[in-house]
Structure formats: C-alpha cells, structure tokens
C-alpha cells in the first residue's frame, strides 16, 4: 500500500517555514523557539510583529497548531513543557515540496529562502 502524501500546494508558507525548521533540529522544539527561528530566517516573507517577549506572527502560531492537528508535527511533554518535532509523514511532506515545481509565487519564494536561493 502507498501512503499518500498531501499536495505542497495545500499548505502556505509559514507551514514550510515551520517544517523547515524542525528539519534542521536534532532535538525537539519550544513553540517559542519554533517561532523565533521562523522569524529570525524568514521574517521577510512572513507576517509578524513585536509582542511582549520578543516578535509573535499569528501564522507561524497557526501553522503550529494546524501541522499538530495535521499529524506533520507532533508535540510531546518533556519536564513541564511541550517540545514540537516532524513526523515521518512531515518529513516526507517538507521533501515532496522541495522537490516539486509550484506555481504559487508565495511557495516558490519560501522554498527559494529554505533552499538558500535568491529570484533574480
């Protein structure tokens, strides 16, 4: 049997900024830190601003919560905090779209980001 895997196109970019993010962490993540680092590497192409201990966007907070939701995130307790990691399905999602043409401008510019390349 094949798993099927979403459509890139399904997700914005602040759920790949996510997932790209997770994919370079060997351990699991704060949310807050998960945030801080989306900001930090793509906080030109993600909505956000100044909240009360540092910057807050509401679409990496949602991404978050919805990739949980999703199965692509899991979110599991370590001590008294929850730390967030990439299933194997997010994984497979993160790949599918770093290897598949798109033709959502938002996408592809998130993806150039992640891949560390700059449209001309």
Sequence with gaps: MTDLIDEPEDYCPADF???A???TRKRPQSKSAIM???IQKYGD???HGPYIYGE???D????IEGLCNEGILRRAKEGTAYRISLTEYGVDLFNRFLHTPIED???EAMKDAILGRWAE
């Design 21 to 23: 993010i997770l994919s």
């Design 105 to 107: 401008d938002d996408l």
């Design 56 to 58: 807050y966007s509401d």
């Design 45 to 47: 192409l993600i909505e």
């Design 36 to 38: 801080r680092d989306c």
């Design 60 to 63: 990496i907070d949602e991404a």
């Design 17 to 19: 900024a996510v997932m």
